[in-house]
């Protein structure tokens, strides 16, 4: 794994460079000044000053007592580790997880102290039960950073502490513990002070431009599908893409939300800044994206609504959905305008109900002029039957579009009226309290926790690396003398930071940053000790010196925040090598035995984690896909039995989601945003197995479709108001064969999928299980649609015999959706909505097979398949020319189109459509979430 780790790494930085020339100067200056002005750079700034300002310190004696000596790094861990943004709050949260750590570590050593009595051999025990009991922090993932500093300080406390009384215990502890405050006050104040930025104003502003993003979005979808153009060259159509963006950008604005108690409103204590609220907002707005996402799915290469077929089919009286657009993309730029300003949306023009109700009109109109001039052929060709269930989806969604709008009008009011109302002044301004009681939280939840295996085993190796490490630093240190005078004065503290930072609980990212921190430390450390040499103890030149390796390390950091360990590396040389001897006259000793200590702890870190139950990140995530995929199976056999149950019964309401189906839906979410970070967090995983992203992104796609098929089924009847059983009776009660056979091939598809997906690369057999899994649901697809054919020439029958008899003057006015016509609306609306909402899932699917047949042994390189998808290439014409007459019984226009244009329509779009990946790449390296 390391071998082709660091071939990978190799040959792309040789790929990126061999092309240079000096042509590429200029750009490279340019690309450069960018760098040196962006919002990373001045972050780079604030932590480099506030890290040397607080290191100076060190440089009187009168603080040097009552310090200790790598109260710079202290410093420097709350911006990089403790900090999950570089914003206000952030800042804030970090110094708060400083504090908290330095307090339960001092208060560990203090009794570690009083109980071992002076003695070496008892601390050294009474060390490792103290690591095993901070290490229980770390349980919980998002404790991490504060199980990490509470252990370091622990640790680093008692190394220097070895022999010391009970009576002194409180003199030698109390410098860490006052060290801890003080760097938390200074991050605190320095993000107050040295460029702020609010996280609320953030989160604010990304809601807003995610809001307009959205409207503009809407705006050209309306200006494509309304155009009376009916060209059909290949327009360049980036909705599908503006939709990924919008959806990345979300998920960044939702790590803010915690963020808030973090920053409380001094100037007005009384007003209220509900979290819940803020993320019930985003996840509406979210919806919405979502929505507008599966419609540009269908305009994306004009294959299924092309410009102008609604103006076709309508003969240009499209004013009402021309208004019905253009309302809401009004009503959306408001609502961003008056979350902006902290406006009441209540004044806002609410979209009129005479207008929902014509756009419903307008709607069965079209409906309407499709099915009665589809038996004439005289004016116009009959499009393909893709194209008018695409047709109908993409009228029901303007339902959808306006039911999401009206959710987020009514949080942006609720968070309006929360702000107006006078509450609690101790929870708006001291709620951030609760961060105290995080780690009893964990000690409470500690029975469960331990009763997990991989829990016990990720403890058992991390204190078996801390009693392996400090063996000649408490041990032996407590009964030689000699041992002790030289680990107190060459940091023999090293080698046990290297165990509580570096150690990870997947083999693969411990390897990853030992192997980063030791060639950092190498380099770091020969920088310092140079600079020791030529400087001596002048503390401005050490300080400019510091301050400029620490700027020129921590900028690129900031940018790809998964090598922050390679920055820790290079920072904790500079302020140990330096900071550390200040005063006590420099020697090459003390670089050199860190070095050595460096790598002794890198070297039992490694050795233990790659012997003692080596626990597999890829090997978790590869598990955990595999949950996902069989949750995703589960809920596309539930939603289909439920499509089934809803048209057997007559109803007023939509479906109503079940707490089952709910908590599947919860449990996939969470689970993919786990792996988002995951992934995008340890690159060794995706350099290592790159099926792993791809498969994240095929299931992320799935999901989301999944969503979309839940709310068809959710949706209310609004052309008649209830629900009938027409489609049933019609319909579905003769194609329970058919939605079996498409349940039973799509689960052997997922079956077949999760079985080679979670074996070893050298496992994998052929390919030949997946594509017969793939080949029985495509015959599934082909059988369920050729049905539906069937049955849709069938009803061009009845409505041509309809529409003869209206002018044959049979009655006076012909009404839509007589009691004569087999269907009744909103039954066909919601089963035609339904049959798209499948093709989509099914879309998705077979991308999902595209990277499952991609597996292939040792070679994970994605490689389109041959045999199947070249059979249902997305090659949909626009019209049926065996249509063209309606003469003769559907069943035998049925058999004459059936073969032809089953073989024609692919349930498969372009796979292009699908990089989620890109966006979710990209998130982590704006948020640097949870950096270790």
């Not at 420099?586 to 050595?596: D, G, K, L, M, Q």
């Not at 799935?702 to 949706?715: G, H, T």
Request: charged share 20%.
């Amino acid at each position: 794994m390391k071998i082709q780790f660091l071939k990978q790494l190799f040959s792309r930085v040789w790929y990126e460079t061999r092309a240079l020339s000096w042509s590429d100067v200029p750009r490279f200056f340019i690309w450069l000044g960018k760098i040196l002005v962006s919002r990373n750079s001045l972050v780079a700034i604030r932590i480099t000053v506030v890290s040397l300002a607080i290191n100076i310190c060190v440089f009187f004696a009168v603080m040097r007592d009552r310090t200790v000596c790598y109260i710079a790094i202290m410093e420097y861990l709350i911006h990089t580790i403790a900090a999950s943004h570089s914003h206000v709050g952030s800042v804030f949260r970090g110094g708060l997880v400083m504090a908290v750590a330095g307090l339960i570590g001092s208060v560990l050593a203090i009794v570690s102290l009083a109980m071992a009595d002076g003695s070496g051999v008892a601390l050294y025990f009474i060390m490792l039960v103290c690591c095993f009991l901070i290490a229980i922090i770390r349980l919980n993932p998002h404790l991490t950073p504060l199980g990490i500093l509470a252990n370091f300080m622990y640790g680093a406390t008692l190394i220097f502490c070895v022999k010391t009384s009970p009576s002194r215990a409180w003199f030698v502890v109390y410098p860490t513990l006052l060290s801890a405050v003080w760097s938390g006050v200074a991050a605190a104040l320095a993000g107050l002070l040295i460029f702020p930025k609010l996280a609320r104003t953030q989160l604010r502003s990304n809601v807003v431009q995610n809001l307009n993003r959205s409207a503009d979005t809407l705006e050209r979808i309306s200006s494509f599908v309304l155009s009376e153009d009916s060209d059909k060259e290949n327009v360049t159509f980036t909705a599908v893409e503006d939709c990924y963006a919008i959806h990345a950008s979300l998920l960044y604005t939702r790590t803010f939300v915690p963020l808030i108690p973090f920053e409380p409103d001094i100037l007005h204590p009384f007003r209220e800044e509900p979290s819940k609220l803020w993320e019930t907002l985003i996840k509406d707005v979210d919806q919405l994206v979502l929505y507008i996402e599966a419609v540009s799915g269908i305009l994306r290469r004009e294959r299924l609504i092309s410009k102008g077929s609604l103006h076709m089919l309508t003969n240009g009286s499209l004013d009402t959905l021309k208004d019905y657009f253009n309302h809401l993309c009004k009503l959306v730029t408001s609502l961003a305008e008056c979350l902006k300003v902290g406006k009441d949306p209540s004044q806002l023009e609410r979209l009129p109900i005479d207008l929902r109700s014509d756009m419903n009109n307008e709607v069965a109109n079209i409906f309407k002029q499709f099915w009665i001039n589809s038996h004439s052929r005289s004016t116009r060709q009959l499009p393909s039957s893709l194209e008018s269930v695409s047709l109908i989806f993409f009228s029901f969604s303007l339902r959808t579009f306006d039911d999401a709008i009206a959710k987020i009008s009514e949080d942006i009011q609720e968070l309006y009226r929360k702000r107006q109302e006078r509450s609690n002044i101790w929870k708006n301004l001291f709620s951030w309290l609760e961060i105290v009681w995080e780690p009893i939280e964990v000690f409470k939840r500690s029975p469960q926790l331990l009763r997990d295996v991989d829990n016990l085993k990720f403890l058992f190796r991390q204190v078996l690396s801390v009693a392996i490490i400090i063996v000649p630093s408490i041990l032996v240190a407590g009964v030689s003398k000699a041992d002790y005078n030289f680990t107190q004065d060459y940091n023999a503290v090293s080698a046990y930071i290297m165990v509580i930072i570096i150690y990870m609980r997947g083999v693969e990212l411990t390897w990853y940053r030992l192997l980063l921190y030791c060639l950092t430390t190498v380099i770091s450390s020969a920088l310092a000790y140079a600079a020791t040499v030529f400087a001596g103890e002048d503390p401005y030149i050490l300080t400019l010196w510091m301050g400029l390796w620490i700027y020129a390390a921590l900028v690129p950091t900031l940018y790809f925040p998964s090598y922050i360990i390679a920055d820790l590396g290079f920072v904790f040389a500079q302020f140990f090598t330096i900071s550390c001897q200040y005063g006590t006259n420099f020697t090459f000793v003390y670089p050199a035995s860190r070095v050595v200590s460096v790598f002794a702890g890198c070297f039992v870190v490694g050795l233990v984690s790659a012997t003692f139950w080596p626990f597999k990140a890829s090997k978790d995530c590869q598990k955990t896909l595999i949950d996902i995929m069989e949750k995703e199976k589960q809920l596309f056999n539930d939603f289909v039995d439920h499509f089934f149950l809803c048209n057997q019964q007559v109803s007023t309401e939509g479906w109503t989601l079940t707490d089952e189906i709910a908590e599947k839906l919860s449990f996939i979410e969470g689970q993919l945003t786990k792996l988002r970070t995951v992934t995008n967090l340890d690159p060794s995983i995706g350099l290592t197995h790159p099926s792993i992203p791809k498969m994240l992104s095929a299931v992320s796609s799935i999901f989301r479709r999944l969503v979309c098929m839940k709310v068809v089924l959710s949706a209310k009847p609004e052309l008649t108001g209830r629900y009938l059983t027409t489609v049933w009776n019609n319909y579905l009660s003769s194609m329970n064969e058919q939605y079996q056979l498409l349940k039973s091939s799509t689960t052997e598809l997922f079956d077949s999928i999760s079985k080679r997906f979670g074996i070893n690369s050298s496992q994998r057999g052929d390919t030949s299980e997946i594509e017969e899994s793939h080949e029985r649901l495509f015959y599934a697809y082909e059988n369920l649609f050729g049905e539906f054919r069937k049955l849709r020439m069938y009803l061009i029958e009845e409505v041509s015999k309809l529409g003869t008899r209206e002018s044959s003057g049979d009655v006076n006015e012909f009404p839509w959706w007589d009691k004569d016509f087999p269907l009744h609306p909103d039954d066909a609306v919601r089963h035609l909505t339904f049959l798209y909402s499948l093709l989509q899932v099914l879309d998705t699917i077979d991308n999902l097979a595209l990277v499952g047949t991609s597996l292939k042994p040792g070679n994970e390189d994605l490689r389109l398949r041959k045999s199947i998808s070249q059979s249902i290439r997305n090659s949909v014409e626009l019209s049926e020319p065996s249509l063209s007459g309606l003469d003769g019984t559907s069943e035998s226009r049925g058999d004459r189109s059936l073969n032809r244009e089953e073989r024609e329509i692919s349930f498969r779009q372009e796979s292009s459509i699908f990089k989620d990946s890109r966006e979710e790449r990209k998130l982590t390296l704006e948020m640097g979430y949870y950096k270790v």
